[in-house]
């Protein structure tokens, strides 16, 4: 995490301003609000006014005290005609600089789904406050573990978490509809007003900019980034969590081939490799199978010899501590799904589908597939209860709406894949709901524009 902090820095613009705007947890008196309109008061509904409720907050660092700027608030975005259509909920983290100061990086984040609040990365990553479920176990019940996180970005950067339309705080306003917001160019519109609007209230315009987004999220800060700076917000950095930027991945034989060093890994963990050899040594070796022979025998198709296909699942075997006659049974194609109630069955256990190390047990033992996720069975409850009582009780936010972690109901098979690009509408492959996510540790940081 610290790594990803320095990295920041480094790529942070050295530009400087001689008499910077106002910056931090007080808006730009300049960008003026408008009153909200009258609502029926028996109905919950967002308010078009914007709204920021900011409190001073501190917490132990590395051996020294950070102090800042919490501020839970919403934005209102409009559409090219002024009307105004979402007010999207965030929570930023920000640390005054000095007048003739250079300017502080500050990074958008935001969560995947599509249709994930930011609850996850806010609450469970790089936010100054998190959740403690860094074992995996199941979370006790309340009162939940909420402490300090020694891996936030905010002495490097500030910080804004963003939540997508229809999530968290966030909602359609005016004559919105909430499926004018379920879709590719749809969702990179809404983002991208939000951000250039938050650049706007608090002044930020000539400070570094980065965003980070997870899962889906990955997909979204790869397209935003083009269309903020088609809109003339100019990027420092994207750092990419979870990075799912070809969905072909996650299909046919390619996925196959990209799954089994996970696999590998997993049967490591779980005590199903003999000897247990090095961990980053033996996951070599199942990705050279992988990519070598493995990939060769599945390109083969009809015409692997069943000489081969026995071969290849006694290696498969080997690596991903399955037998050689359930990989044949399966051609040697094990799916994610099919691999998480396989691999432990002889003990009635399936393993996590984000964080493999979690486990759990299922009624029927003779099942395909999983019917639950071990690891979001045990750490929700935990995330929500503990993200409701950090901003309704300690921050002290006042809102008539209650937070929803995710909409993946609401948005159900209703997202627009296609989007438009170059003058041209093009698809994206299709993007299941199982691929819906909290974070995980895997992350890279590339330049905008790659």
Do not use: C
């Amino acid at each position: 995490m610290r790594s990803i902090a320095l990295a920041l820095a480094l790529l942070a613009a050295p530009a400087l301003a001689a008499d910077p705007p106002t910056a931090g947890d007080t808006p730009n008196p300049s960008a003026k609000t408008e009153a909200a309109p009258k609502v029926d008061p028996d109905v919950a509904a967002a308010s078009v006014k914007e709204d920021a409720q900011p409190r001073k907050r501190s917490i132990p660092f590395h051996g020294r005290t950070l102090t800042y700027t919490a501020t839970p608030g919403t934005l209102t975005i409009r559409n090219d005609d002024g009307a105004p259509t979402a007010s999207i909920f965030y929570t930023a983290y920000t640390i005054d600089t000095a007048r003739g100061a250079r300017p502080r990086p500050v990074t958008f984040l935001f969560n995947g789904g599509p249709g994930s609040s930011t609850m996850w990365l806010h609450m469970g990553s790089f936010g100054p406050m998190k959740v403690d479920a860094s074992l995996p176990e199941m979370e006790r019940p309340a009162p939940f573990r909420l402490a300090p996180n020694p891996d936030t970005l905010l002495d490097e950067t500030d910080l804004v978490f963003i939540d997508a339309p229809t999530t968290g705080l966030s909602r359609p306003l005016g004559k919105a509809e909430p499926k004018d917001f379920f879709g590719v160019d749809k969702d990179l519109d809404a983002f991208s007003r939000a951000i250039q609007r938050y650049l706007t209230l608090y002044g930020r315009w000539n400070s570094p900019k980065f965003i980070i987004g997870e899962s889906y999220g990955t997909t979204r800060a790869a397209g935003l980034s083009n269309m903020l700076a088609d809109r003339g917000v100019q990027l420092n950095g994207i750092v990419l969590v979870s990075t799912v930027l070809n969905f072909a991945d996650f299909s046919g034989d390619q996925a196959a081939i990209n799954f089994l060093p996970t696999y590998a890994a997993d049967a490591w963990y779980h005590g199903k490799i003999a000897d247990k050899p090095d961990l980053m040594t033996f996951v070599g070796q199942a990705r050279e199978f992988a990519r070598g022979p493995y990939a060769s025998a599945l390109q083969k198709g009809g015409a692997l010899s069943e000489a081969e296909k026995a071969s290849t699942a006694q290696q498969m075997a080997h690596l991903t501590g399955l037998s050689s006659e359930y990989i044949l049974r399966s051609n040697l194609r094990v799916s994610p799904d099919r691999f998480r109630r396989e691999l432990l069955r002889d003990r009635r256990q399936i393993i996590g589908r984000i964080d493999s190390r979690y486990v759990g047990t299922e009624a029927d033992a003779a099942g395909e597939g999983t019917s639950y996720d071990p690891q979001a069975s045990s750490i929700s409850g935990a995330f929500v209860g503990a993200l409701n009582d950090y901003l309704f009780r300690d921050l002290g936010y006042k809102t008539v709406l209650s937070y929803r972690p995710n909409n993946y109901a609401g948005i159900g098979n209703d997202w627009d894949l296609k989007r438009r690009s170059s003058g041209r509408i093009t698809r994206s492959a299709t993007w299941r709901s199982s691929h819906r996510s909290p974070p995980t540790s895997a992350m890279s940081i590339i330049p905008p524009g790659t």
